[in-house]
């Protein structure tokens, strides 16, 4: 039975629509006039139904997409969703410990380290030109290469591994801005820096976020080394800057106009 509860119905008005329906028969041991609000809206504490349950726990594995989907009743445990699991024709699966540890409605909803060697989301990479902000997906297992391919995939940037290609990501990745791919490049900025840099051209203001690295700050400056005369690159791992004039009118200047702690 569905039972749709609007903002400020009653428990009597409840009771009314599951007794007019017909198949059953309610009755009320505390006050009818209690009124449900907002903040009832998906919420649930204790069992739906004294002796019931909210759903069967099952499981069942799509080939096309990879996806093992289980579902767990409340009340299930992790015995019970080994057991589905170890039904299907795909997977075998045993509860090495806890195995009568039982789910909560706390539980729902949530996903961290969801099953080993199976799959957190597909690795992939888009590009927003209007915030220039790249975002990439990375799936769990997936190694440097597969983030590099993904990247690597976008109209606006071009994607290589020098090391640590086969290098894999784990949960304990997620979350994670420090040196976050193993082979990959040190960790950057370790907080944001606002700078004016100034050469014989004119000067520019640039905004580096916390994680930048000194590759992206020296393409940063190079996309408008016309405009201020001041070219950058990356000497094993320094950032370098020199004025595209010569004699007296070289000059590079910089000027920190903000920066974090770190």
């Known amino acids: ?116 060697g199976g799959s957190n989301g597909t690795t992939t990479a888009t590009y927003d030109a209007t915030a220039n902000l790249i975002t990439v997906n990375v799936g769990l297992n997936a190694t440097v290469s597969t983030v590099t391919t993904a990247i690597d995939g976008l109209t606006a940037f071009t994607a290589s591994v020098n090391s640590g290609g086969t290098n894999t990501f784990s949960t304990s990745d997620f979350s994670t801005h420090t040196d976050p791919l193993s082979g990959g490049l040190s960790a950057g900025l370790g907080d944001d820096l606002v700078v004016r840099l100034a050469g014989s051209r004119g000067s520019e203001v640039f905004n580096f976020k916390s994680g930048a690295t000194v590759t992206q700050v020296v393409n940063a400056i190079n996309l408008v080394s016309d405009g201020t005369g001041v070219e950058a690159a990356n000497t094993a791992g320094t950032l370098t800057l020199k004025s595209t004039a010569y004699g007296s009118a070289g000059t590079v200047d910089v000027e920190v106009l903000s920066e974090g702690t770190n």
């Open 1 to 116: 039975m569905t039972v749709t509860v609007l903002a400020g119905d009653t428990v009597g008005d409840i009771r009314t629509a599951i007794d007019t329906e017909g198949t059953f028969v309610t009755s009320n041991t505390s006050n009818d006039a209690t009124v449900y609000a907002n903040g009832d809206d998906g919420t649930l504490t204790g069992p739906v139904l004294s002796g019931g349950a909210n759903g069967t726990t099952s499981a069942g594995y799509n080939s096309g997409t990879n996806t093992l989907l289980v579902n767990v009743g409340v009340g299930a445990t992790l015995s019970s969703v080994a057991t589905v699991i170890n039904n299907t024709a795909d997977f075998t699966a045993s509860a090495t410990s806890g195995g009568t540890l039982a789910f909560l409605n706390a539980d729902n909803g949530a996903n961290v380290d969801p099953l080993t």
